[in-house]
T-cell receptor, first 114, second 114 residues
Framework: KQEVTQIPAALSVPEGENLVLNCSFT??????LQWFRQDPGKGLTSLLL?????REQTSGRLNASLDKSSGRSTLYIAASQPGDSATYLC?????????????FGAGTRLAVHP | DTGVSQNPRHKITKRGQNVTFRCDPI?????LYWYRQTLGQGPEFLTY????????KSRLLSDRFSAERPKGSFSTLEIQRTEQGDSAMYLC????????????FGPGTRLTVT
């Protein structure tokens, strides 16, 4: 059974710090991996999608890497800002039963204070 | 707004009552997914539709839960005889068959059972 773990569970940092959020998964037979952002009481916003043949993706101040062999992904946030405060969710994507199944970690709750 | 919409956004009900939620996917998306997210956890898959056909149901979807997508457009999720353990955020997502790895999420319906 695929399990997804995110460390740390919560993080509080001053503005301007560079951050690394970690995601590990038990089954390397994944299709893709995706990072989402969730603001309190809201739905999910996709940040970065890494296909299984890729090692990393970048968007602005965000960079996500994927190492399937070790079952790990990291999300790097450069020069953090208070607006980055949210929960960050990692999801592994497996092709199962004719569709892409997302299996989520519990998330990392990030607070960036001025 | 051309994204995924869900109604209502919040629902408070007494234990034992029935509730129904609605999801309107992005108009051209033929795949629709329901997830449940409890406090401090990531979303968990409940069920998946391709057009009007319900193709997979999670073991989380007990007999008290039923989902429909009668015309292959909007979907409803009904919970009968609600229990306090049903309190959660119910998220809907949609995607295109050709880009099934890109699921777009709605804002969710938060259910509180008292």
């Amino acid at each position: 059974k695929q399990e997804v773990t995110q460390i740390p569970a919560a993080l509080s940092v001053p503005e301007g710090e560079n951050l690394v959020l970690n995601c590990s998964f038990t089954d390397s037979a994944i299709y893709n991996l995706q990072w989402f952002r969730q603001d309190p009481g809201k739905g999910l916003t996709s940040l970065l999608l890494i296909q299984s043949s890729q090692r990393e993706q970048t968007s602005g101040r965000l960079n996500a890497s994927l190492d399937k062999s070790s079952g790990r992904s990291t999300l790097y946030i450069a020069a953090s800002q208070p607006g980055d405060s949210a929960t960050y969710l990692c999801a592994v994507i497996r092709f199962s039963g004719g569709y892409n199944k997302l299996i989520f970690g519990a998330g990392t709750r990030l607070a960036v204070h001025p | 707004d051309t994204g995924v919409s869900q109604n209502p956004r919040h629902k408070i009900t007494k234990r034992g009552q029935n509730v129904t939620f609605r999801c309107d996917p992005i108009s051209e998306h033929n795949r629709l997914y329901w997830y449940r997210q409890t406090l401090g956890q990531g979303p968990e898959f409940l069920t998946y539709f391709q057009n009007e056909a319900q193709l997979e149901k999670s073991r989380l979807l007990s007999d008290r839960f039923s989902a429909e997508r009668p015309k292959g457009s909007f979907s409803t999720l009904e919970i009968q005889r609600t229990e306090q353990g049903d309190s959660a955020m119910y998220l809907c997502a949609s995607s295109l068959s050709g880009k099934a790895y890109e699921q777009y999420f709605g804002p969710g319906t938060r259910l509180t059972v008292t």
